[in-house]
């Protein structure tokens, strides 16, 4: 039976528009125990665990060793219960903010569930940031309270508590009594607090979510999300992700970023399925045992990954059954076409590519299911969601209508998971708006279709002889070369032609990084591109700065090729 959904037209939802209605999807609110309005986590756990629904598995957690544990919904309603609990008996008020800073571990996911129940905001951070970042976020977002590990406390932490005399409380995960009166074990605490949690209501504009953005393009800002996101959590989770009941999902985004708590906590659970978490980073052989043993049906990943995946000479079908596996999507950047294409020779189906934004709270273009996926493109955005491509001055905004034709992409706004602020930063915040529209500082152009195609960020455009290039068409074209394994482009400051492209390669196991193979990549990339457009230069490198989320870091390879400031490097992977 072919699995294509009938698509909503989410702005009949919006929170923005008086037609909308919570009534159609999740039944009559007015009576719910938790008062009416909309709390993420009751529509997440306490719903499903009222329901039919109530033992079956919301978290499998495999842990490194590849033992499992399983969270029926029932379970999830009553360790967040606890949370929240202990966060109304230590004093934590609604709207203060609640921190994780651990691997994904259970106890991360009971305290956003336990923090959104409480009405507390939620914000998660990456284990593997360096005690300054660490520092600099917990400061930004006024932290009060913080989940971590021992380890995590003892090195990253504690030398600078004094830094935070807001922050009140490190609840420790892994150590059996408190410790003094600001460091305590949350087993403790979890164990002395009740599992009945009445939610109050909650205002769909109460503010719940706290995201960083990954800081590609410079310091990260905290951009703000409300309970309301939900609506898209769901009807994306729904519509793009495909999820059906019974479903076992998968998202392997780590949960210090916004897709690891949009998708890898909230849509899966408010669509009532079973959400798989793995504790271990990246292993491709773990990851395709992964799929075969838990009947992963759905698998939602990153071309970061994807690109580490096609480097290991294996055949997963060949070695693995995956018969289950119907969907595969990626978000976080650019899935060039000769990936989607890899997917589909490997996977049987293509990798269906979206695109979205720490601002935006969840998928907003997409390659949906039931339309022709064209390889390289971002696809369309969501039924209820306009979006356009527009020349943008210092007060203006035209919408391009021309088709091919690059400019920025805009959304226009109002959708139920759009970023309310960045916090401290309102000037920053209004000038992202230009009247009722949303500037996402990417470049794009739509064609005749109305497919939506990525050319790169608007700092990253290079502009050279009078063209606009934008750096994801060149990599594209540079990723077909049978040599290159990974590859990014800047432009060159240069006197005559303004930027001059410049590529920097990683080549495959297996090739050396020589003069002949450089001016072969050059051959090749003109032949494809032109002589304008493809790079000029080309220097081998052994690994791409990337972030911490997986993004190539072009303005670290910009800045080191000009001896300039490297910037902000908070959220840079160290390899
Ligand atoms: P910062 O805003 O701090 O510079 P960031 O923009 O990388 O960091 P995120 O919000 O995590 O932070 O990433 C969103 C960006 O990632 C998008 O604006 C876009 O540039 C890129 N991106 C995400 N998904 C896609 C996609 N499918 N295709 C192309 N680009 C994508
Ligand atoms: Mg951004």
Redesign the pocket.
Same mark, same amino acid.
Request: aromatic letters at 14%; a negative charge.
């Given at each position: 039976m072919a699995r294509t959904a009938k698509l909503p037209n989410l702005a009949d939802y919006s929170l923005l528009h008086t037609s909308f209605s919570w009534k159609t999807e999740f039944g009559n609110l007015d009576g719910l125990p938790h008062g009416g309005g909309i709390n993420i986590a009751y529509e997440a756990v306490d719903r499903h665990a009222e329901s039919k629904k109530s033992d079956l598995v919301a978290l499998r957690w495999i842990r490194k060793d590849g033992s499992v544990e399983d969270f029926s919904y029932k379970s999830l309603k009553k360790l967040t219960a606890r949370f929240a609990n202990l966060l109304s008996q230590l004093g934590i008020a609604r709207g203060e903010t609640v921190f994780t800073l651990t691997g994904r571990i259970p106890e991360l996911y009971i305290t956003a569930l336990g923090t959104l129940k409480s009405g507390a905001v939620y914000c998660p951070l990456f284990s593997v940031f360096g005690p300054e970042p660490i520092y600099q976020r917990l400061h930004i977002g006024g932290a009060v309270l913080l989940v971590t590990t021992r380890d995590l406390y003892e090195k990253k932490l504690k030398p600078q508590l004094d830094r935070l005399p807001s922050l009140r409380y490190i609840l420790l995960t892994d150590v059996p009594g408190h410790i003094d009166r600001r460091v305590l074990s949350l087993s403790q605490l979890m164990r002395e607090a009740p599992d009945e949690f009445i939610i109050a209501p909650t205002d769909p504009e109460t503010p719940a979510l706290l995201?960083?953005?990954?800081?590609?393009?410079?310091?990260?800002?905290g951009?703000l999300h409300v309970h309301g996101a939900v609506l898209m959590h769901y009807t994306t989770g729904r519509y793009v992700l495909d999820f059906h009941p019974g479903d076992v999902f998968w998202c392997t985004a780590d949960p210090g @970023?916004? *897709?690891g708590t949009s998708y890898g906590i909230i849509a899966p659970l408010v669509n009532g399925i079973t959400n798989i978490i793995d504790e271990e980073e990246f292993d491709a052989l773990r990851w395709y045992e992964l799929l075969e043993a838990q009947k992963v049906n759905i698998w939602y990943t990153a071309?970061t990954a994807i690109r580490r995946l096609m480097r290991v000479s294996l055949n997963p079908t060949e070695k693995f059954n995956l018969e289950h596996l119907r969907m595969i999507c990626?978000?976080?950047?650019?899935?060039p076409a000769d990936a989607v294409l890899w997917g589909e020779k490997m996977f049987g189906k293509p990798i269906l590519?979206?695109? @979205?934004? *720490?601002?935006?709270g969840g998928i907003m273009?997409a390659n949906f299911i039931s339309m022709k996926v064209k390889p390289g493109s971002?696809g369309k955005p969501l039924p209820g969601i306009t979006a356009g491509i527009a020349d943008i001055t210092e007060t203006d905004i035209r919408i391009i209508e021309e088709p091919g034709k690059k400019g920025q992409?805009v959304i226009k706004k109002g959708w139920p998971s759009m970023f309310r602020t960045y916090i401290h930063e309102q000037a920053r915040y209004d000038k992202c708006f230009r009247g009722e529209w949303y500037l996402?500082?990417?470049m794009?152009s739509i064609d005749e279709e109305g497919y939506f195609w990525?050319a790169?960020?608007a700092?990253d455009i290079i502009k050279t002889s009078g063209h606009m290039v934008g750096p994801?068409e060149v990599e594209s074209v540079l990723l077909g070369h049978p040599a290159v394994a990974e590859a990014a482009v800047i432009g060159k400051p240069d006197p005559l032609i303004g930027e001059l492209v410049k590529a920097f390669i990683v080549v495959k196991d297996g090739h050396a990084g020589s003069r002949e193979l450089q001016m072969d990549i050059i051959a090749f990339a003109r032949k494809k591109l032109g002589a304008a457009v493809a790079p000029k230069e080309l220097s081998f490198i052994t690994a791409l700065p990337k972030?911490k989320?997986g993004?190539i870091l072009r303005r670290l390879l910009k800045a080191r090729e000009l001896g300039l400031p490297e910037g902000d490097l908070s959220?840079l992977e160290q390899t």
């Open positions: 995201h960083f953005t990954s800081g590609t393009t410079g310091m990260p800002k951009a @970023w916004v *897709t071309p990626s978000v976080g950047e650019p899935l590519d979206n695109w @979205w934004q *720490t601002e935006t273009i971002m992409l996402t500082g990417d794009a990525f790169g960020r700092d994801f972030t989320s993004k959220t």
